[in-house]
């Protein structure tokens, strides 16, 4: 298949360009777009947050897809080995393989409540294909997503078939088909969006919408908002949390990973703005709380699709889209732990793969139980799926990014990355202000404000 992963211990390599390039846009794109960003955007007040998630998108998100991936090139091992492995090579210490370890613990918290939502969307997809929505109000959409969050049994059905699901393409090693299969759905979902951004421009909210997206009011900005679009560009980048360090294990000498980088960080970002514009025009529209939280986007749209012309067949194929963009980012999730059990212990990929999996399962259910019966149960203040949510996005995503970036461009040689990058001396004067001043600094000053 094109992502090549095999049961031996010795790594393969993607067979072609486009594979890895398809795996890479397939891992990013998923329910950080669609679902995440939107109520992000919602809660933090919109454009002053979108403008700030771009700035960092641009000026951190590239230069730590980069690292990563060239961190991976070199240690062609999970992110822990490779970790350790290039700092020894180059006179480092054994805490380097903190960024690897941190990045694989946040991946699997990350799957925990992922798969979640994951669940949210197959329940979703069962709703459309019943034909819940037509004709739906919004206190009956309100209503049909408060009943689905009381119910621990359904939350936990949807949620298991979720994590079966991504247990199941790990295990039988079917992820080349899967990502044969992102070529013509990926787009596919790109198009149903601007479908929904056409119906949006019918509501007489479209001005509305993107005033709020991208006309700032900047007294909304504080730290708490700076910290939550950073950690969000980490979220949808899946970076931080050794995914595309694995991602670039795979692969070969012969990528512009710059060029490579470019492309995935704009099919994120634009499949991201495009759900802002399907979303928000129905919020002003109905008279919605942009600021309700994580059921945005499943109160919003199914009132879109209960009333236009085919919305039953459209709704049935949006959250069917949906579910395989979730699913080709919960296989990444699951590939660096699924690699750190099987290249450091006797386990094969098949139990490696069952392990991790019934792990994270049983985290994801004490995450759905925060919702309903665990509603009281705080931590810190927080229920277990905020706090799943924060402590990844907020704090281990940045810094194993920032522990990425500073060990590429200050403890690597530099003439080697230099060729690894492929660029010349101008390029190579760019990345080094990005990747040495500007990616760090920007995380560094996240933090302490937020501190
Ligand atoms: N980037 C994915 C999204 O936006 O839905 C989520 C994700 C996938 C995060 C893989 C992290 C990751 F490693
Ligand atoms: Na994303």
Same mark, same amino acid.
């Given at each position: 298949g094109a992502l090549a992963m095999d049961a031996t211990k010795v790594h393969d390599h993607w067979s072609s360009r486009l594979g890895f390039i398809i795996a890479a846009v397939g891992s990013a794109v998923g329910l950080g777009n669609i679902w995440k960003f939107p109520y992000m955007v919602g809660q933090s007040g919109g454009a002053a947050f979108v403008l700030v998630y771009l700035g960092c998108i641009a000026l951190i998100g590239l230069p730590i897809i980069i690292a990563e991936w060239l961190i991976g090139r070199r240690g062609q091992k999970n992110p822990v080995n490779t970790m350790a492995e290039l700092a020894k090579k180059n006179g480092r210490g054994r805490g380097w393989m903190l960024v690897g370890a941190g990045g694989t613990l946040a991946a699997f918290l990350i799957l925990s409540f992922y798969s979640v939502i994951g669940g949210w969307a197959l329940s979703y997809l069962a709703e459309a294909g019943a034909g819940s929505f037509s004709g739906i109000g919004k206190d009956a959409a309100a209503a049909l997503f408060s009943g689905l969050l009381a119910s621990p049994a359904r939350l936990l059905a949807w949620h298991s078939v979720f994590m079966l699901l991504t247990v199941g393409v790990v295990a039988m090693g079917v992820s =080349?088909? *899967?990502?044969?299969?992102?070529?013509? *759905?990926? /787009?596919?979902?790109? $198009? %149903? *969006?601007? !479908? &929904?951004?056409?119906? !949006?421009?019918?509501?007489? +909210?479209? =001005?509305? #919408? $993107?005033?709020?997206?991208?006309? /700032?009011?900047? @007294?909304?900005?504080?730290s708490t908002v700076v910290l939550a679009a950073l950690g969000h560009a980490f979220f949808t980048l899946s970076l !931080?949390? =050794?995914? &595309?360090?694995?991602?670039?294990s795979y692969l070969g000498q012969d990528i512009n990973l710059v060029r490579a980088a470019g492309t995935v960080a704009v099919a994120d970002t634009t499949i991201a703005l495009c759900a802002g514009l399907a979303i928000f025009p129905i919020v002003f529209a109905n008279g919605l709380d942009p600021a309700s939280g994580p059921g945005l986007v499943f109160v919003t749209l199914p009132l879109a699709f209960g009333k236009i012309a085919g919305g039953l067949v459209l709704g049935v194929l949006f959250f069917a889209?949906? %579910?395989?963009? #979730? *699913?080709? @980012? +919960?296989? @990444?999730?699951l590939e660096p732990v699924v690699e750190l059990l099987e290249e450091r212990t006797p386990m094969g990929r098949v139990a490696s793969t069952v392990v991790a999996g019934v792990a994270t399962w049983a985290l994801g259910v004490a995450a759905l139980l925060s919702f309903n019966a665990w509603s009281e149960v705080l931590i810190f203040g927080q229920n277990i799926f905020d706090l799943l949510d924060k402590l990844t996005s907020k704090f281990l995503l940045p810094a194993c990014g920032l522990g990425a970036i500073v060990f590429v461009a200050w403890f690597l040689d530099r003439e080697g990355v230099r060729q690894d990058l492929g660029l010349g001396r101008a390029g190579f004067s760019v990345w080094n202000v990005l990747a040495r001043y500007v990616a760090p600094a920007g995380v560094i000053a996240v933090f302490w404000h937020s501190l």
């Amino acid at each position: 298949g094109a992502l090549a992963m095999d049961a031996t211990k010795v790594h393969d390599h993607w067979s072609s360009r486009l594979g890895f390039i398809i795996a890479a846009v397939g891992s990013a794109v998923g329910l950080g777009n669609i679902w995440k960003f939107p109520y992000m955007v919602g809660q933090s007040g919109g454009a002053a947050f979108v403008l700030v998630y771009l700035g960092c998108i641009a000026l951190i998100g590239l230069p730590i897809i980069i690292a990563e991936w060239l961190i991976g090139r070199r240690g062609q091992k999970n992110p822990v080995n490779t970790m350790a492995e290039l700092a020894k090579k180059n006179g480092r210490g054994r805490g380097w393989m903190l960024v690897g370890a941190g990045g694989t613990l946040a991946a699997f918290l990350i799957l925990s409540f992922y798969s979640v939502i994951g669940g949210w969307a197959l329940s979703y997809l069962a709703e459309a294909g019943a034909g819940s929505f037509s004709g739906i109000g919004k206190d009956a959409a309100a209503a049909l997503f408060s009943g689905l969050l009381a119910s621990p049994a359904r939350l936990l059905a949807w949620h298991s078939v979720f994590m079966l699901l991504t247990v199941g393409v790990v295990a039988m090693g079917v992820s =080349g088909g *899967l990502e044969r299969a992102t070529k013509l *759905l990926m /787009p596919a979902l790109g $198009v %149903i *969006l601007l !479908g &929904m951004v056409g119906y !949006g421009m019918t509501t007489g +909210s479209f =001005g509305a #919408a $993107v005033d709020y997206l991208f006309t /700032p009011d900047w @007294s909304k900005l504080d730290s708490t908002v700076v910290l939550a679009a950073l950690g969000h560009a980490f979220f949808t980048l899946s970076l !931080g949390m =050794g995914v &595309m360090i694995a991602y670039g294990s795979y692969l070969g000498q012969d990528i512009n990973l710059v060029r490579a980088a470019g492309t995935v960080a704009v099919a994120d970002t634009t499949i991201a703005l495009c759900a802002g514009l399907a979303i928000f025009p129905i919020v002003f529209a109905n008279g919605l709380d942009p600021a309700s939280g994580p059921g945005l986007v499943f109160v919003t749209l199914p009132l879109a699709f209960g009333k236009i012309a085919g919305g039953l067949v459209l709704g049935v194929l949006f959250f069917a889209l949906l %579910i395989f963009a #979730a *699913l080709t @980012s +919960s296989i @990444s999730l699951l590939e660096p732990v699924v690699e750190l059990l099987e290249e450091r212990t006797p386990m094969g990929r098949v139990a490696s793969t069952v392990v991790a999996g019934v792990a994270t399962w049983a985290l994801g259910v004490a995450a759905l139980l925060s919702f309903n019966a665990w509603s009281e149960v705080l931590i810190f203040g927080q229920n277990i799926f905020d706090l799943l949510d924060k402590l990844t996005s907020k704090f281990l995503l940045p810094a194993c990014g920032l522990g990425a970036i500073v060990f590429v461009a200050w403890f690597l040689d530099r003439e080697g990355v230099r060729q690894d990058l492929g660029l010349g001396r101008a390029g190579f004067s760019v990345w080094n202000v990005l990747a040495r001043y500007v990616a760090p600094a920007g995380v560094i000053a996240v933090f302490w404000h937020s501190l």
